[in-house]
């Protein structure tokens, strides 16, 4: 008789800003549990997704758990974290045994209480399954990868593209290796090499800057037949917490002097590269003249400061403020997170004229209330499925309105989103190939599906919680020194 091999899977993941003032509830994750996952993450390009998969195709027993996933914003309710760290151990604990543990994670959460939140749940779980059990996780590209996480992990899997392109790619990897772990094909560990830099991230992209040859240092190294992954961790500088800063991650089979020899080469070589994170912004009146001047658009403008993606309350108002001083017309702009706005949208209707102060109702670093009076040109649920990053999963920030203000159409949302995905712009019946200009809050991931239509992108020194400019932020918690805080 075949006994069939059984593994845990979950998802729990947040980036989490420590500066901004949104706390982070459990229904901000959106949690789906146990059965449900398959339908909400099955055929989707999403690790989980990959994780089903290749289960799927090696007739091992999925044992579903959790997932879920939130917005940036500020720390979790330590509650909840804890509500839904205990919703993987009794899901592996109250089904018996397992042999094998597949984590989601993202690498950067912080609880109220817990700033070493996947630590925290890594070394809960290797208590609970023990020793001989792999456990394998994925890990974001701007993952805050620390010693506990390693210590308690049997391989790990971080992004290899920025924007994360990749994310089924990896759930894949992480579910072969499991599979290859566990019937002894493969025996893999793992070796950390932190350094003490802690760059801004908007110049960690890996089609041009320093990842393009710190990844092609990594592909020459898994070249290796010893070698299993090599990841490269930008890190996030918007956690004020212990464990930030860029590290190197290697996972070989069996040969842990190895993993440790090429983590701390290519930990030279990231330290070596420190200065080339470093980017100049444009000021916003310069974005503006610039966007205006274009021959032909979508010219986008990135307002990479408030960037609900990494945190960002995504209410800024400065560049929209910018545009309509100068009266610009024919301009899409995603998104204005503004519960009030849609509330009011709604009551007045479709085609109906609404006058009142939007945006910068957070906090009073992205920008004062704007008094504008427009057209409400359409109403929504605000779901739509992702077609770019995450393809096939659904998006939901929450009722929707477009408010046209002097040829500015404003998406306003209930909800924090990052408008990576142009559909959020079709869905509420805008095409945003026919805009002189987009103003997208976002800092990088829109690249993928926007810069094959658009004709340029600015990235705007706007003011907000993830500027660039690390000297805006009053750290307590770091480790000092630290690059480029401290001049080493």
Not at 232 to 248: C, I, L, T
Not at 451 to 476: M, R
């Amino acid at each position: 008789m075949v006994l069939t091999l059984r593994v845990a899977i979950a998802r729990i993941s947040h980036e989490t800003n420590t500066f901004s003032t949104v706390k982070t509830a459990l229904d901000d994750y959106n949690p789906c549990y146990g059965e449900d996952i398959f339908q909400v993450y099955g055929g989707t390009r999403t690790e989980v997704g990959g994780f089903i998969d290749v289960l799927r195709a090696k007739d091992v027993g999925i044992v579903p758990t959790i997932a879920a996933s939130a917005t940036p914003s500020g720390p979790i309710n330590r509650r909840d974290f804890e509500f839904m760290m205990e919703t993987i151990v009794k899901g592996i604990h109250g089904t018996g045994k397992v042999d094998g543990v597949l984590l989601s994670l993202h690498g950067a959460m912080v609880a109220e209480g817990i700033p070493e939140a996947e630590g925290t749940l890594l070394q809960k779980v290797r208590q609970l399954v023990g020793s001989s059990i792999p456990v394998i996780c994925t890990l974001d590209l701007h993952a805050m990868v620390s010693e506990i996480m390693t210590e308690n992990v049997n391989a790990v899997f971080g992004f290899e593209t920025n924007p994360h392109i990749d994310q089924y790619e990896r759930g894949v990897e992480a579910a072969g290796m499991m599979v290859s772990t566990l019937t002894g094909t493969a025996h893999p560990v793992v070796a950390l090499k932190k350094l003490p830099m802690m760059p801004p991230t908007i110049n960690m992209r890996t089609t041009e800057g320093p990842m393009v040859q710190l990844f092609n240092e990594a592909r020459e190294m898994e070249s290796r037949e010893e070698v299993i992954n090599v990841s490269v961790f930008g890190g996030f500088p918007y956690a004020d917490v212990e464990r930030v800063g860029s590290s190197v991650v290697v996972v070989t089979d069996g040969d842990m002097e190895l993993a440790k020899q090429l983590s701390t080469d290519l930990g030279g070589v990231l330290w070596s590269l420190r200065k080339e994170f470093l980017k100049d912004l444009v000021s916003v009146e310069n974005a503006v003249d610039r966007a205006v001047r274009a021959a032909e658009g979508p010219i986008i403008l990135a307002d990479v400061a408030d960037n609900p993606g990494g945190g960002a309350p995504g209410d800024g108002t400065v560049i929209l403020r910018a545009l309509l001083e100068k009266d610009v017309e024919n301009v899409g702009l995603a998104a204005i997170k503004d519960p009030e706005a849609v509330e009011r949208a709604i009551e007045t209707g479709v085609r109906g004229t609404l006058r009142m102060k939007i945006g910068g109702k957070t906090d009073k670093l992205h920008g004062e209330p704007v008094e504008v009076c427009g057209q409400v040109r359409t109403i929504t649920d605000g779901r739509f499925i992702h077609k770019a990053m995450r393809r096939g999963l659904t998006a939901n920030v929450g009722r929707t309105a477009v408010l046209e203000v002097k040829g500015i159409e404003i998406i306003l949302t209930e909800k924090s989103h990052a408008p990576n995905d142009p559909e959020i712009f079709r869905r509420n019946g805008i095409e945003p190939f026919d805009k002189t200009i987009l103003v997208l809050k976002s800092r990088g991931h829109f690249r993928a599906a926007y810069e094959p239509f658009s004709k340029e992108v600015i990235e705007v020194d706007a003011p907000g919680l993830t500027s660039p400019n690390l000297t805006l932020f009053e750290y307590q918690r770091i480790p000092r020194p630290i690059w480029p805080l401290d001049d080493l």
